[in-house]
């Protein structure tokens, strides 16, 4: 699947300059101006791709403004609604300007036999089904439709069509937000104000799709006290993914909390560090229980630094979290429990590396050894 945001024939980023502008032709696909001039189109007059013929000029060829934006989402900016390859109204189409919306809302807006663009103003007069189709914008409702992460619900789950199994353990310090990740990724709501304290270890799990596969996630969540550090990494032997995760604002006792808001403005850059070292210090303390109890070589750990969405009272520096990631080769991420940032993204980024590290893993090798529950008869 080709990168909207590139040239198709030097895989070079499409940019607002002279040569590298992305320009649409009358087939739909798309290239930068550079290539269409010094390429086979000039040679043989045709498309590279679908081998169609071209005979506009280069000048003539509409700048595609959707391939310029490599952000750009898959909705018509008119009605908000997603472009669709399986329903013509929704197919997006390219105006001579440059802008593309879907069919459904170009005939809404024609009026007297010419289509008014919602950006520019300017007006066309073509009909909506001999509008060039952006191919581009097409290619990017495939993806979304092929390869897109989405949380499945159980109930649609036919449980002996599962492709992949993964088990993902959260260890870190207390009321750091391990529980509270866990919820949102189960729940897609925001934690109590006051989260009970995970005692021992309990799990979450999720049913999700991407690419084109069901995959079951489990989370395991473990008590965030250091006594239980062996018992919590013991506990996770087998899992494919750790998750450590601490908070970038303080968890200060009163007293600590009292401290920091009377001190002045060089004593707080000594409390913020010393806070900062003492996070850290916990995160390799998580780390090095873990690595004891899991000696296999396949892993993927992620650094996480929660409570982002509190920029007021956040102590730990975006580029000190990055450095340290940096010296244990971890992945960093940030995150909030209150808002969801992040939290889909970070799972979704986790779930294709496990895919990409397990391609066969059909069936979990974690399994929590659980004793007979079935009740006795006798009195004791």
Known sequence: MANISECSICLKDFKEEPDRVPRILKCGDTFCTNCIKTSILIDKKVCPICISKV?????????????????????????????????PEKLPK????GHTFCA???????????????????????????????????EECIKELLFSFKY?????????????QFSIGLMGESNGGKT?????????????????????????????????????????DTAGQERFGSVAAGSLRGVQ????????????????????????????????????????KHVEFWLEQFNQFNQQKKKVIYL??????????????????????????????????KTGRNIKKLFEDLTIELMDLYPDQKISNFHLKRKNSKKSNKCC
Request: hydrophobic share 30%.
């Open 55 to 87: 005979d506009e000029d280069i000048e003539e060829m509409i700048i595609n403004y959707y391939a310029l934006n490599p952000t750009k989402t898959i909705l018509c900016d008119l009605c908000l609604e997603e472009f669709s390859i399986n329903d």
């Open 94 to 97: 390219i105006l001579k300007c």
């Open 104 to 138: 459904k809302c170009l005939k809404q807006r024609r009026c007297n036999d010419k289509i008014k663009c919602m950006f520019c103003s300017k007006e066309t007069d073509e009909e909506v089904d001999k509008l060039i189709m952006n191919k581009c914008a097409l």
């Open 152 to 164: 499945i619900d159980e109930k649609k789950i036919d449980i002996n069509k599962i492709d992949f």
């Open 180 to 220: 509270s990740i866990s919820h949102y990724f189960h729940t897609g709501q925001s934690f109590e104000e006051s989260p009970i304290s995970t005692i021992g270890l309990d799990y979450h799990y999720k049913y999700v799709s991407c690419k084109k596969k069901t995959i079951k996630i489990t989370l395991w």
């Open 241 to 280: 993914g750790l998750l450590l995760v601490f908070s970038l604002t303080p968890n200060f006792n009163s007293k600590e909390k009292e401290e920091y808001d009377l001190a002045k403005r060089e004593e707080k850059e000594k409390l913020k560090e010393n806070y900062t070292n003492k996070a850290f």
């Open 304 to 337: 996480i630094g929660n409570k982002c969405d509190d920029e007021e009272n956040r102590i730990i520096d975006l580029e000190d979290a990055k450095y340290f990631a940096k010296d244990y080769e971890l992945k960093y991420y940030e995150t909030s429990a």
